[in-house]
């Protein structure tokens, strides 16, 4: 009797440590977990119990999460992070002050928020550094994607890095949306972003939202204060950050893109580093960037490109951009470059600070963007080779909608051995538009610096213009400007230089008062 009694006994005591397990394995989370070698849950994305986006997606929340990252992990991606219940939010931090891995080499995102609302991927402990990194080593699969409707979450001081080789897609992706909304309300801010390959890395983050509805575009996104390091493939254009279908509504700010290397492209490679083409961009806030150099904010030494391909750079470019509330672009600086390029067509753009091609767009109304300086020589330096006649080079390039105003561009040097007409102007502006526009307030060139603005290779015909004006129609105001220190050093009668310029074929109404025009030099006869 006392064996059986026993036998019930541990049998009662072995079922109920059974159920006990089960319900521990299937209630909801809440609380604080660890998640790497040892511990509840040793991975994100992969499979079963041990993985932490399998237990959000098959238990739920009953309250907010926070997990730990202990240790290195090495990812599937195979499990994407679903949407949970409860309006409750999910924290990932590293557990101590020392770097923690997230890696794959995986074709498809390795984390993938598929309609996830409410995650933080926060790099830092106790409020300081940077201890979390993810990255996907292969070039067929984004390491961070947000899609069907993945809406305010946050990825921030955090190193995140790839080698997504792709024209319409990068390390960090705002994809489609199945849902009735975009991804919207997200923010990436305080990371590092850059190449994990060897020159693989075409576009660091991307947008391409759903464009059947308003609604579903990929809207109120900020990309803040991240530092955007070696966008670069050989033969292609790259860029940091790029907006195509159904994106509107960014905030764009702080950002440092730069390079850490000499570029040497064998094939022409072109950078459009903050490029938005979608005509349904709306309302963008594209302010206070640094992009140039190679440390953030300009630092270091140049950003350089040299050998002998036609390279091409814009570093902020509105291609196609909406024109139902104005963007902006504000308080940028473009500056530590150098820049070559063997250009293979005539009367192409080659290089270029802002452009503006379509839509409403003012460009520094509220904070002037800075190309260059006002105290050096050379902080630009562009370098123009070969043959090919009719090379153009701006600082501002408009021929949209929107204003001019408060800018600085300066310090920019044209050297290189191309023997036939380079331009370069400063500021043009054209088009046949449907509103009066200013031209106010900018500064080309320096007051104090001479040659601020000029040539060192008497081999090419130059032609500088401080303000160019080509446009049609409506009230052109160029008021409270400075163009002064320019300097052309070529001989011959092509060459030549001009302060502020109204095409004469245009049919443009003027107002020009208040200027200053100083310190022009042309060695050309003519």
């Keep these: 009797g006392g064996i059986m009694f026993t036998y019930y006994r541990l049998t009662i005591s072995f079922i109920f440590l059974m159920l006990l397990t089960t319900v521990s394995i299937s209630q909801p989370l ?10 509840t849950f040793t991975t994100l994305t992969g499979t079963g119990s041990a993985g932490f986006f399998n237990a959000v997606n098959t238990r739920g929340l009953s309250g907010n999460v926070t997990l730990y990252i202990t240790s290195n992990i090495t990812e599937s991606g195979s499990i994407s992070l679903q949407q949970w219940s409860g309006g409750y939010t999910i924290t990932i931090r590293p557990s101590s002050a020392s770097l923690k891995t997230l890696s794959g080499n995986v074709g498809s995102p390795l984390i993938n928020l598929n309609g996830a609302d409410g995650l933080t991927i926060d ?40 080698a997504r080789v792709s024209s319409t897609s990068g390390i960090i992706d705002f994809a489609t949306t199945t849902g009735s909304n975009g991804n919207d309300n997200n923010t990436i801010s305080y990371c590092t972003i850059k190449d994990a390959g060897s020159g693989t890395l075409q576009n660091a983050i991307v947008s391409y939202g759903t464009t059947s509805t308003t609604a ?48 040497t492209p064998t094939n022409a490679t072109s950078w459009n580093l903050i490029h938005v083409n979608t005509s349904v961009a709306n309302d963008l806030d594209i302010s206070n960037n640094y992009l140039g150099g190679t440390a953030a904010n300009c630092g270091g030494s140049a950003w350089t490109v040299s050998g002998g391909q036609s390279n091409a750079i814009y570093f902020i470019r509105m ?23 063997t250009p293979s067509s005539s009367g192409v753009g080659y ?46 390039y408009h ?53 601020s603005i000029q040539q060192t290779s008497s081999t090419f015909r130059f032609q500088i213009t401080g303000i160019h004006s080509q446009v049609n129609s409506v009230l052109v105001t160029m008021d409270g400007n400075t163009v002064s220190n320019h300097r052309v050093t070529n001989t011959n009668s092509d060459s030549r230089i001009r302060g502020i310029f109204q095409a004469r074929s245009t049919n443009a109404s003027l107002s020009v008062n208040n200027n200053i025009i100083s310190n022009l030099y042309c060695a050309s006869s003519s």
């Excluded at 979390?132 to 809406?151: E, K």
């Excluded at 003012?362 to 090919?388: D, E, F, K, Y």
């Design 123 to 162: 790099g830092r402990h106790s409020g300081s550094g940077r201890y979390l990194r993810c990255v996907n080593s292969s070039t067929g699969g984004q390491t961070i994607r947000f899609i069907n409707d993945a809406r305010n979450n946050t990825i921030t001081y955090c190193a995140v890095d790839g």
């Design 399 to 451: 021929s949209a909608a929107g204003n001019i105003e408060n800018n600085t561009i300066g310090s920019i040097t044209l050297a290189g051995n191309n023997n036939r007409t380079v331009r370069l102007e400063c500021i043009y502006r054209s088009g046949t538009l449907s509103s009066d526009i200013n031209i106010n307030n900018n500064m080309v060139g320096s007051t104090t610096q001479s040659n």
């Design 216 to 263: 579903r575009y990929n809207s109120g996104i900020t990309i803040s204060n991240n530092e955007i390091i070696d966008v670069y493939r050989n033969a292609q254009s790259c860029s940091a950050i790029l907006l195509l279908n159904g994106s509107t509504n960014f905030t764009i700010t702080g950002n440092s893109i730069y390079q850490t290397a000499t570029r």
């Design 319 to 341: 291609q196609s951009i909406g024109s139902s509330t104005a963007s902006s672009v504000n308080g940028n600086t473009i500056a530590n470059v150098n820049f070559t390029t």
């Design 351 to 396: 290089f270029a600070g802002i452009v503006v091609e379509s839509g409403i767009v003012n460009v520094g109304t509220s904070s002037g963007n800075t190309i260059g300086n006002t105290t050096s020589n050379g902080n630009i330096t562009i370098n123009v080779n070969g043959s090919t006649d009719n090379i153009i080079t701006r600082g501002i």
């Design 30 to 39: 809440s609380g604080n977990y660890n998640c790497g070698s040892g511990q």
